[in-house]
């Protein structure tokens, strides 16, 4: 398989739970990115890493989100305390350096979270 | 504060019909523009994509023509099937940030 995997494609979870999601970008692909798609919207940057490094985190990652890749391979996105308004899809996406061009990403299915 | 605008929300087109899809930005620091395809339930995959230097992309049935003055770029596509049936999305990356900034969508529908 040499697409972005993301599991599990479904949560629901009840208001105050936590939940956690894993991402395996592309094996030779160092960026690795998470986005977040509400409903009727394109998808919203949160956060990204280069190798085990996290680069850059959007202000919409509020302090109950913290993301990891700890040896610059998989990754996870942990909520924490969720609440109703995190109920969106999780977007994973990796991307290869390739020097001062930027090529785009290659992004997984997702995972859909709903909390009730 | 919405840095790429899409337009139209959502568009129908007969089969074989060309469906035009425009997007506007405002950050001159954007250097490279995505169009991107999503189907229900899945990731949006990159369809075709264009730097600024350039005024026109031409893959397949898909072109990209841009306008740097006018800040403005659109999606067409040629003889559109029902297969092309999606949401479209544009996007503009900015190369410090190495994060893609997504316009609202287009939900196509490709009619018989």
């Known amino acids: 398989d040499t697409g972005v995997s993301q599991d599990p494609r479904h949560k629901i979870t009840k208001r105050g739970q936590n939940v956690t999601f894993r991402c395996d970008p592309i094996?030779?692909?160092?960026?690795l990115y998470w986005y977040r798609q509400t409903l009727g919207q394109g998808p919203e940057f949160l956060t990204y890493?280069?190798?085990?490094?996290?680069?850059?985190k959007s202000r919409l990652l509020s302090d109950r989100f913290s993301a990891e890749r700890p040896k610059g391979s998989f990754s996870t996105l942990e909520i924490q305390r969720t609440e109703q308004g995190d109920s969106a899809m999780y977007l994973c996406?990796?991307?290869?350096?390739?020097?001062?061009?930027?090529?785009?990403?290659?992004f997984g299915s997702g995972t859909r979270l709903t909390v009730v | 504060q919405q840095q790429v605008k899409q337009s139209p929300q959502s568009l129908i087109v007969q089969k074989g019909g060309i469906s035009i899809i425009n997007c506007a930005y405002e950050?001159?620091?954007?250097?490279?523009f995505p169009w991107y395809q999503q189907f229900p339930g899945k990731g949006p995959a990159l369809l075709i994509a264009?730097?600024?230097?350039?005024s026109e992309k031409k893959e397949g049935r898909f072109t990209i023509s841009f306008n740097k003055s006018a800040k403005q770029f659109s999606l067409h596509i040629m003889d559109s099937q029902p297969g092309d049936s999606a949401t479209y999305f544009c996007?503009?990356?900015?190369?410090?940030?190495?994060?893609?900034?997504f316009g609202t969508g287009t939900r196509l529908q490709v009619t018989l």
């Open positions: 890493f280069q190798n085990e490094a996290q680069l850059e």
């Open positions: 950050n001159t620091a954007f250097d490279y």
């Open positions: 996007a503009a990356h900015t190369g410090t940030a190495s994060k893609l900034t």
């Open positions: 264009i730097r600024p230097d350039v």
């Open positions: 094996s030779e692909h160092n960026r």
């Open positions: 996406a990796s991307s290869p350096v390739t020097g001062a061009l930027f090529y785009g990403y290659t």
